[in-house]
Structures are given as structure tokens and as C-alpha cells.
């Protein structure tokens, strides 16, 4: 038995590379505050794929896609031989030649359903064009996308595992090799990696990283930037931004419903125990333009998630008495609210920074740290 060199070191690199970008990728996905660095990662993790994909072509012997074993019948021999070493291989075993080409095909399902979802969803990044069309049907994107996602998880749990298998029942060294690059083989093998590879190697790992770098730090970057713009509303109407803005921010008109709207007007003299009494002709000015820009007539993510919780209750008039605003809410600290930073639930701009020029996105959210 003899050392083998299988396995150069733009492979070894790649491999931890798409491991750190696919873990923590879907680990972000669940925190809506990072939802651009979840989309960072996942765009990042398909820039190692497209390299991968080249170097499978170009690449030395046992990483080329032709020295792969799609043999069905030795895949059969080895899946149902789990307690037995079977035959040698320098490269990819069976199992493992189908899960990369697996890995290939749903990660970029994953990341093109998930570019689909980042547009319509939240109006973002490259395929933002297609928001207006398609937002109510933005779930339906949403769970495509994490179809791919969890599907694309399954089959890395399935690889792990087979690799837990081959090193510590089969006794075989190829989770080893991926970080020394070495087999020990019964024959030497050793593979030869020709200068324009070793560079197609360097160009490899430089630009994946330079992307994640890129995609993070660079603000307005066309692959995260939103297309939602600053609402100026003194110039979009001034009765409603002298009116309401005068006792308090002049909160985004998407963020209630039409009926809404109307039983708040209808009751000025009473509100939330203040006068707020408007003539006639001033009161129907600010209806008309709050119910023209009403959640109805949104395509804001928050619209219609506040609608979709309103259901027939569609008339409260208090922001944070909508069920979708409290279930966003539910994990904040009542001390927060009742600290001298934010003072009120109703102080959206304590935390949201520009929703008062009708932004509402994750990554304008900065809670104050206060100390208990």
C-alpha cells in the first residue's frame, strides 16, 4: 500500500468553501434580519458551483465528470455492501460520483427558485423587475424555494453519511484525503496538476471569496439592492405629512387597510384619545390618498401579510394591533418598548430606520441595546 496524490488543493479548499457557504446560508434563513447575508452566501455558494462545474471538465484525473463512476451495477455493490470493503477506488466511489452531480444540479435549483423568490418576495436583487407581476404569488416562490433548499440538504446528509460509513465501518480513507489530498492505494496514482490548472485554481477560490466579500460589503450591489425607493411625503401630499406628521411619523398608508383608513378618519375627534379634528374638505383629501395607497394597493411584502392576517377583522386602526405586526414582534422584549429609546410599540422609527419614507425592509432594522 502507497500514498496517492488524488486530490489537489482547489478541490480540498472548494469543498470546505461550499460547506461554510451552504451551513450558514441556511442557517440565516431563518432570521429575517439577515436575509441579505442568507442570499450573500447562497449567491456565493453558487459561484464555487460554476467553477466546480468548469473544473470538471478541465480539471486533473478523478475530478473530471468523464472519470466519475455512474456504473449502476457497481453502485448497487456498494450501497448494499455497507459492512463489507469493497473494490478501490483512487477518485469517487459510486455513491459519491451521483451525490456531486447531485449537489450540482439541485444547488442551482435552489439558487435560481431562490433568486425567484428574493425578486418577487421582496423586490430585490436582479430578478426585482418581476415584483409587480407576480407578488401575489409570492408564497408559492417562496415554498419552491425551499422545496430546493431542504431537498438540496437531504442529499449533503445522505453524502455525509455515506462518508461516516466508508471511514469508520468500510475503514476507508477518503474523508481523510479531502483534507491531505492523499489515498493510500495499493498502487501509486498520483495525479499531475499542470500549471494552467494550478491557476484556473488560485482564480477559483480568489473570485469565490471575493464575491462573498463583494455581495456583503458592497451596498446597492445589483444582487441584493432593493428596488423600493424613498417616499418623499411632503411632496406626494402635503396635507398628510403636515397633518399627521406634526404629532407623529408619517407612517407608511400600506400598512393598514382601506376600511381601516376610513373608520380612523371617521373618528379623528377620538384619536387614541386625542383630538385630532380635521375640516372636511382636508379630512377627504388625506382618506383619498391614504386608501389610494392603502395595502390593497401594495405590492409591499408587509401589505399583504397584514391584509392576509386581517382576514374579516379588516378595520383595526392601530398598526400594532394587527395580528401579522404582533406575530413579527412576539420575540421582543417588553422593556424594550417601555425603555427610554423607544417609549412606545407605536414608535416604529426607533428601530426602522426611513419608515417614514415608506421603507420597510430588514435591513434598515437596528432594535436599541437596552440594558436591563
Known amino acids: 500500500m502507497t500514498k496517492s496524490y488524488i486530490w489537489p488543493v482547489a478541490n480540498r479548499v472548494s469543498h470546505v468553501l461550499l460547506m461554510v457557504f451552504f451551513t450558514l446560508s441556511y442557517i440565516l434563513a431563518d432570521f429575517d434580519r439577515y436575509l441579505s447575508l442568507h442570499v450573500a452566501f447562497g449567491l456565493a455558494l453558487g459561484v464555487v458551483f460554476l467553477f466546480r462545474i468548469v473544473w470538471g471538465f478541465i480539471g486533473p484525473k478523478h475530478s473530471k465528470f ?28 459510486p455513491a459519491s460520483s451521483y451525490a456531486i452531480v447531485a449537489m450540482i444540479v439541485v444547488a442551482f435549483l435552489t439558487i435560481v427558485s431562490g433568486l425567484f423568490a428574493y425578486g418577487i418576495e421582496e423586490n430585490r436583487g436582479v430578478l426585482s423587475f418581476l415584483h409587480q407581476s407576480f407578488f401575489r404569488d409570492m408564497e408559492v416562490f417562496e415554498d419552491i424555494h425551499e422545496f430546493f ?46 500549471l494552467a490548472q494550478k491557476l484556473f485554481g488560485i482564480i477559483w477560490i480568489v473570485v469565490s471569496l471575493f464575491s462573498l466579500y463583494y455581495l456583503i460589503f458592497t451596498k446597492g450591489n445589483i444582487f441584493i439592492a432593493s428596488s423600493y425607493v424613498k417616499q418623499d411625503y411632503t411632496v ?137
Open 66 to 93: 468523464k472519470d466519475f463512476n455512474f456504473n449502476l451495477y457497481d453502485l448497487k455493490n456498494y450501497l448494499f455492501s455497507i459492512f463489507v470493503k469493497t473494490k478501490e477506488y483512487a477518485g469517487h466511489n
Open 149 to 194: 433548499a431542504n431537498l438540496f440538504l437531504a442529499i449533503i446528509v445522505l453524502h455525509v453519511a455515506g462518508s461516516l460509513v466508508d471511514r469508520f465501518i468500510k475503514k476507508s480513507d477518503a474523508i481523510d484525503s479531502m483534507i491531505s489530498g492523499y489515498k493510500v492505494l495499493s498502487s501509486k496514482v498520483d495525479i499531475k496538476v499542470n
Open 236 to 372: 406626494l401630499h402635503k396635507d398628510f405629512s403636515e397633518e399627521c406628521g406634526s404629532c407623529h411619523i408619517t407612517y407608511p398608508p400600506y400598512l393598514l387597510s382601506k376600511n381601516s383608513w376610513i373608520s380612523m378618519m371617521k373618528n379623528l375627534e377620538n384619536h387614541f384619545d386625542d383630538d385630532a379634528s380635521l375640516d372636511e374638505v382636508t379630512n377627504q383629501s388625506i382618506l383619498s390618498f391614504l386608501m389610494h395607497n392603502s395595502a390593497e394597493n401594495s405590492t409591499h411584502k408587509s401589505a399583504l401579510k397584514i391584509l392576509k392576517s386581517l382576514k374579516d377583522n379588516n378595520s383595526t386602526i392601530a398598526i400594532t394591533k394587527t395580528p401579522y405586526w404582533r406575530k413579527k414582534h412576539d420575540e421582543i422584549e417588553k422593556s424594550v418598548f417601555a425603555s427610554n429609546e423607544v417609549k412606545s410599540r407605536a414608535n416604529c422609527k426607533a428601530c426602522h430606520e426611513n419608515i417614514e419614507n415608506g421603507l420597510l425592509e430588514y435591513d434598515l432594522i437596528n432594535i436599541p441595546d437596552i440594558k436591563g
